[in-house]
């Protein structure tokens, strides 16, 4: 991609341009028939111990992974009638010990596209899997004997 002109116009180069052209039309954010969750479902990936975790992270809460500060600002995912798509805005920090927090990520991440935009991290890798409510997760009740 090439960024050109004063008003910092956008033009693609090649095939992968077009292509990512395409999936921006397809998994775009903004639109207003998405559904809003309150809980963002990610995957975690430690590459140095080769440890995996699934992390629940509330909207708006701050969760931990290693040295990360995750914080999702919105969890969106399409209706059940629509090409499935979950996407969340993240903020993610670095926090090490006796040192200011340091800005790693903000933005969009798309559970499809984990590579379209991605933290990139020398030790850790996080990804959206889905979103979901988390009043949607009651209990059974007891069974009666």
Same mark, same amino acid.
């Given at each position: 991609?090439?960024?050109? +002109?004063?008003?910092?116009?956008? &033009?693609?180069?090649?095939?992968? +341009?077009?292509?990512?052209?395409?999936?921006?039309?397809?998994?775009?954010?903004? &639109?207003?028939?998405?559904?809003?969750?309150?809980?963002? /479902?990610?995957?975690?990936?430690? %590459?140095?111990?080769?440890?995996?975790?699934?992390?629940?992270? =509330?909207?708006?809460?701050?969760?931990?992974? +290693?040295?990360? *500060? /995750?914080?999702?600002?919105?969890? &969106?995912?399409?209706?059940?009638?629509?090409?499935?798509?979950?996407?969340?805005?993240?903020?993610? #920090? *670095? /926090?090490?010990?006796? *040192?200011?927090?340091?800005?790693?990520?903000?933005? #969009?991440?798309?559970?499809?596209?984990?590579?379209?935009?991605?933290? *990139?991290? =020398?030790?850790?890798? /996080? #990804?959206?899997?889905?979103?979901?409510?988390?009043?949607?997760?009651?209990?059974?009740?007891? %069974?009666?004997?």
């Amino acid at each position: 991609m090439v960024f050109t +002109g004063v008003r910092g116009g956008l &033009r693609a180069n090649g095939l992968l +341009g077009v292509a990512l052209l395409s999936v921006l039309a397809i998994i775009s954010p903004a &639109r207003a028939a998405d559904l809003i969750y309150d809980t963002a /479902i990610l995957q975690g990936l430690d %590459k140095v111990t080769g440890r995996v975790m699934t992390i629940e992270a =509330p909207v708006g809460t701050s969760v931990h992974f +290693g040295t990360l *500060e /995750i914080i999702v600002r919105t969890c &969106r995912k399409r209706p059940p009638e629509e090409q499935p798509e979950s996407a969340a805005f993240l903020d993610i #920090w *670095e /926090i090490k010990s006796g *040192e200011a927090a340091t800005s790693l990520f903000r933005g #969009w991440m798309f559970a499809s596209s984990p590579a379209l935009s991605a933290l *990139e991290h =020398p030790v850790y890798d /996080i #990804w959206v899997l889905d979103c979901e409510d988390s009043s949607a997760k009651t209990s059974a009740p007891p %069974k009666s004997q």
